[in-house]
């Protein structure tokens, strides 16, 4: 067990329709990441916070939003969703400095 | 920009073959390194990590080494199990602080 929670760990869902991935990091991590991982694709690094704060943001569509909360649990929004936005959404977080990012066990959304 | 570059799979050996994936890597600064590993349904685990030049990471029979002169961090194993098939991720972190990862490697080990 990584101690980074993620649910829920299934979504199936209709094309233009809007969901939300829900992430708590491991205890004291202050930094989340999202990770998008589609069928034999490897990781897309989406987008990543810092205590609140966005920090480095990757090839996130502009349909796909994120956010920290103070309790530093993070949620990612998709939204008008797509056949192709089918895939596996993975959060880790880590500490400071970074020594290991830490994954939760992913969503897997899928489209339909 | 920072990149990780690995060997494409998927890899078939043989159950107590040897096993060895490559990874270089591009990178600014001085990079800490690691290997993840992705077994059916689950997500990623660290597997080893190497955080200076000429450092050794080890796990579970696994080994890579931090090779600064070569930018490179292959990831091997002397004697490969039915159970290590998976698939395996080389990455990155550095001062940007973001996480890099290769495309990963499939391996199938044949029992």
């Known amino acids: 067990d990584s101690g980074v929670t993620q649910t829920p760990k299934h979504l199936i869902t209709a094309t233009g329709q809007r969901v939300t991935l829900r992430c708590s990091p491991r205890?004291?991590?202050?930094?989340v990441y999202w990770y998008q991982q589609s069928l034999d694709q490897g990781l897309q690094f989406l987008i990543q916070?810092?205590?609140?704060?966005?920090?480095a943001k990757g090839n996130i569509l502009e349909r796909f939003s994120a956010q920290q909360f103070p309790d530093l649990h993070s949620e990612l929004n998709l939204s008008s969703l797509e056949l192709g936005d089918s895939a596996l959404y993975f959060c880790?977080?880590?500490?400071?400095?970074?020594?290991?990012?830490?994954f939760g066990q992913g969503t897997r959304l899928t489209v339909v | 920009g920072d990149s990780v570059t690995q060997m494409e799979g998927p890899v078939t050996l043989s159950e107590e073959a040897c096993l060895t994936i490559?990874?270089?890597?591009?990178?600014?600064?001085?990079?800490?390194l690691f290997w993840y590993v992705q077994y059916p349904g689950e997500g990623l685990q660290l597997l080893l990590k190497?955080?200076?030049?000429?450092d050794k990471g080890s796990n579970k029979g696994f080994e890579a080494t931090y090779r600064k002169e070569t930018t490179s961090f292959h990831l091997e194993k002397g004697s490969v199990q039915v159970s290590d098939s998976a698939v395996y991720f080389c990455?990155?972190?550095?001062?940007?602080?973001?996480?890099?990862f290769g495309t990963g490697t499939r391996l199938k080990v044949l029992a």
């Open positions: 916070y810092y205590n609140g704060e966005e920090r």
């Open positions: 205890s004291g991590d202050l930094s």
């Open positions: 990455a990155l972190t550095s001062g940007t602080y973001k996480y890099i």
């Open positions: 880790a977080s880590s500490p400071e400095p970074p020594t290991e990012a830490f």
């Open positions: 490559n990874c270089t890597y591009t990178a600014t600064g001085y990079p800490s």
């Open positions: 190497a955080t200076k030049a000429d």
